[in-house]
Nanobody, 113 residues
Framework: QVQLVESGGGLVQAGGSLRLSCAAS????????MGWYRQAPGKQRDMVAI???????NYADSVKGRFTISRDNAKNTVYLQMNSLKPEDTAVYYC???????WGQGTQVTVSS
């Protein structure tokens, strides 16, 4: 089992930036596929960005060019840099690891217009 702890959410105006962090427990982080997902009220949880063990990335079309996922294997941490935020980015953001399917507790991101 892998424990994940997200941080960095908050309230920001449209056009602003936030950086989310997700710290993972265990020694397998560098081998694991890590991802960020988000869930808005009344909607399903959707993939935002994924990063593989070799650093390959994949993004949802709605965030391409605005969000960047990265990882620091020395710190067992994955990041999501979010720029040019829009009100439609408002959601609870969750960190996920693929090996055991663990989820973090989520962090709220609210973008005001």
């Amino acid at each position: 089992q892998v424990q994940l702890v997200e941080s960095g959410g908050g309230l920001v105006q449209a056009g602003g930036s936030l950086r989310l962090s997700c710290a993972a427990s265990g020694s397998i982080f560098r081998l694991n596929v890590m991802g960020w997902y988000r869930q808005a009220p009344g909607k399903q949880r959707d993939m935002v960005a994924i990063i593989t063990s070799d650093g390959s990335t994949n993004y949802a079309d709605s965030v391409k060019g605005r969000f960047t996922i990265s990882r620091d294997n020395a710190k067992n941490t994955v990041y999501l840099q979010m720029n040019s935020l829009k009100p439609e980015d408002t959601a609870v953001y969750y960190c996920n690891e693929a090996l055991f399917g663990s989820w973090g507790q989520g962090t709220q991101v609210t973008v005001s217009s």
